[in-house]
């Protein structure tokens, strides 16, 4: 029957002659993962103002409704009751939206804040790893120029 070939030490010595720099690897996890953390803050930033505004809307829109339950004297006032709170209900429209379109906005501001941040970073990084490959690429060629012309 045939033997499988054992294909570990293959790849251990195909790997430990390959030059990579593992803490390259790390140094783009940590970047990452602290881009995630103020990603993840801004995220929760955003959910808790909107909470509020949220909250304060009910609160506020509660407190309109028991102006309605309260018994009124006259037919005329049970009309003027709901107008009221049809004009206070559309003003408390209008502000509570324009407080989530500025929690958004703010959101929108920080996000593209940190994805320029991120982005030159990573293009400083990549301008390093270039530099760093075409200068140990030029030694390569160099030792291999002068090897030749020696022999």
Do not use: C, H, R
């Not at 195909?14 to 940590?30: E, G, L, N, V, Y």
């Not at 803050?41 to 505004?53: G, H, N, Q, R, W």
């Not at 709170?85 to 906005?105: D, G, H, P, R, V």
């Not at 593209?112 to 990549?126: C, H, I, R």
Request: glycine share 2%; proline share 1%.
């Amino acid at each position: 029957m045939a033997k499988t070939q054992d294909f570990t030490k293959i790849m251990q010595d195909m790997m430990s002659s390959m030059p990579i720099d593992a803490t390259k690897f790390q140094d783009t996890f940590k970047a990452q993962a602290a881009l995630g953390e103020k990603m993840a803050k801004v995220a929760l930033d955003a959910a808790e103002k909107s909470t509020e505004v949220t909250s304060k809307w009910a609160k506020d829109t509660l407190a309109k409704v028991g102006s309605l339950a309260k018994s009124k004297e006259e037919p005329a006032e049970y009309a003027k009751a709901m107008s009221d709170f049809a004009s206070a209900s559309a003003e408390m429209a209008a502000e509570n939206l324009a407080a989530f379109a500025e929690i958004a906005k703010k959101v929108q501001m920080e996000t593209v804040e940190l994805m320029l941040a991120a982005g030159k970073d990573f293009s400083e990084d990549a301008t390093a790893a270039v530099k760093k490959a075409t200068e140990e690429v030029t030694a390569a060629a160099k030792k291999a120029t002068t090897a030749a012309a020696t022999k």
